[in-house]
Structures are given as C-alpha cells and as structure tokens.
C-alpha cells in the first residue's frame, strides 16, 4: 500500500522538530515522490547523516509502505 505525501510530511516534521518539508509526488503514482527538507539540525552534518536523519524520522517505512523516495536536504541558518 502507498503511502499519502501528507502522512510522510507529517512523519518527517515530527522526526525533525522546526524543519521545513516539501513533498513532490514525481509521477502521480502516490509511490515515487521527492522530499525536500530543510532544517536546522541539519547544521555540522554531512549529507549522508541529514538523510539519515530523515530516513530515521519515516521510522522504517522506506522500502516497505514507501516505496522510492528521492531526499534533498539544505540547512537553515538560525543566525
């Protein structure tokens, strides 16, 4: 079963508190969609670990319910 864009936003800003989420359905399918996330926490991180992150907030839903998720990731600056 698909997962709604709605529910892995939600998932991703409760994993991530203060983020900013985007989420793109890239064909219309309800099962390939992009995740734009941008964040804080993200500040001192390396790539790979900011999309751990968010493969951390889906709490383990990527390749079961969620089937392909393309993550982009940039940091806030709070300064």
């Known amino acids: 079963m698909a997962m709604r864009a709605g529910d892995i936003e939600d998932m991703i800003k409760a994993g991530i508190p203060g983020c900013v989420v985007r989420i793109d359905d890239l064909r219309g ?5 992009a995740a734009h996330v941008s964040a804080s926490a993200f500040k001192g991180l390396s790539r790979v670990q900011q999309h751990q992150m968010v493969y951390r907030a889906l709490q383990g839903k990527m390749g079961n319910e ?14």
Do not use: K, Q
């Not at 399918?29 to 969609?33: I, K, L, Q, S, T």
């Not at 969620?66 to 300064?79: G, K, P, S």
């Open 66 to 79: 969620l089937h392909a998720l393309a993550v982009h990731t940039t940091v806030i600056d709070d300064a």
């Open 29 to 33: 399918d309800g099962e390939h969609y």
